[in-house]
């Protein structure tokens, strides 16, 4: 079964910071989209960022905005979300996902184009 890998998750203080890492073993990202996803205890999973497979598309929600960076390296097909400024609101966990039928990012996030979720890295963001 091909699934996510998602790494890098912990407990943090407020205004602390974390990398995560995501990877898919047996599966190559080439000429995908990846995105980074969290779902907080009781809420909805929510996107919130997105990398193109090459053209340097992103997207973030605003909530995260000028403190989450995505990047990616494929030459060793893996994604990274590095986390500054780290609210206790930011506490959930997080996932990873490839976008099957994009290899860019737009501001149009479609959670149903997205395949191959992990079982999540945990962040918890004390006060």
């Known amino acids: 079964q091909v699934q996510f890998v998602e790494s890098g998750g912990g407990l943090v203080q407020s205004g602390g910071s974390l990398r995560l890492s995501c990877s898919v073993p047996?599966?190559?990202?080439?000429?995908?989209?990846v995105g980074w996803f969290r779902q907080a205890l009781g809420k909805e999973r929510e996107v919130i960022s997105c990398?193109?497979?090459?053209?340097?598309?992103?997207y973030y929600r605003d909530s995260v905005k000028d403190r989450f960076t995505i990047s990616r390296d494929n030459t060793k097909n893996i994604v990274y979300l590095q986390l500054n400024s780290l609210k206790p609101e930011d506490t959930a966990i997080y996932y990873c996902?490839?976008?099957?039928?994009?290899?860019?990012?737009?501001?149009?996030?479609?959670?149903?184009?997205?395949?191959?979720w992990g079982q999540g890295t945990q962040v918890t963001v004390s006060s």
């Open positions: 990398i193109g497979y090459s053209d340097g598309s992103t």
């Open positions: 047996g599966f190559s990202l080439d000429y995908y989209a």
């Open positions: 996902a490839a976008n099957l039928m994009r290899s860019v990012c737009s501001s149009r996030q479609v959670e149903h184009e997205y395949s191959y």
